[in-house]
């Protein structure tokens, strides 16, 4: 069973539209993540939730909402797609908010603005 | 803030070599260390940890060192092999702290 799965995989899009990612894990974990990781690789955190509350918003722009209806989603909505949003989106799972926790990454999404 | 420093790559090398990749980084008080792998296709996988200044974190022949006087926690393994071939990323985590701060990654690629 996979631990942290995200739809779609890929997502090819145009300017301008609106799209989700989905994220789930069935790991049973408290807190949950976003990464997102630019074509360089570089790997920068852009949102948590622990038990459905965020704790982190890392300067995202107001277009990018997350959403967590339950401990084991957390949705990535995107309003107003630019190119430069094109990256691969990481969801990432843990059981708690501290260090001792162990992070599980989904295999990402590849979204492609054109 | 805290920041990470890995060594640019790619690396290329062939079976058997011996790996190093850098890794510095910037913090205040007594941070966690990483080194996560990504495989191709695959999201990232904790390849091991160190929690305090002269812990050695290992994991699949990968050794780390937490050097607090450095700054550094470099990887390195002494016989590398085609399967691990992948993007290797340091990170920490700061005292007090709620999330990983990642360097850029470097991509090594392992020729037979």
């Known amino acids: 069973d996979t631990a942290v799965s995200q739809t779609p995989k890929y997502l090819v899009t145009q300017m301008g539209n609106d799209k989700s990612i989905k994220c789930e894990q069935n790991?049973?974990?408290?807190?949950m993540y976003w990464y997102k990781q630019d074509s360089k690789k570089f790997l920068k955190i852009m949102f948590s939730?622990?038990?459905?509350?965020?704790?982190i918003n890392e300067t995202v722009p107001n277009r990018f909402s997350p959403k967590s209806p339950d401990k084991a989603h957390l949705n990535l909505h995107i309003n107003s797609l630019e190119l430069g949003d094109s990256a691969v989106y990481f969801c990432?799972?843990?059981?708690?908010?501290?260090?001792?926790?162990?992070?599980?990454f989904g295999p990402g999404t590849r979204l492609t603005v054109t | 803030g805290d920041s990470v420093t890995q060594m640019e790559g790619p690396v290329t090398l062939s079976e058997e070599a011996f790996l190093t990749i850098n890794c510095t980084y910037t913090a205040t008080g007594y941070p966690s260390l990483f080194w996560y792998v990504q495989y191709p296709g695959e999201g990232l996988q904790l390849l091991l940890k160190?929690?305090?200044?002269?812990d050695k974190g290992s994991n699949k022949g990968f050794e780390a060192t937490y050097r607090k006087e450095t700054t550094s926690f470099h990887l390195e393994k002494g016989s590398v092999q085609v399967s691990d071939s992948a993007v290797y990323f340091c990170?920490?985590?700061?005292?007090?702290?709620?999330?990983?701060?990642f360097g850029q990654g470097t991509r090594l690629t392992i020729n037979p």
């Open positions: 790991l049973g974990h408290d807190t």
């Open positions: 160190a929690t305090k200044a002269d």
């Open positions: 990170a920490l985590w700061g005292e007090g702290a709620q999330k990983l701060v």
């Open positions: 990432a799972s843990s059981q708690g908010l501290v260090i001792v926790y162990e992070q599980y």
């Open positions: 939730y622990n038990n459905k509350e965020l704790i």
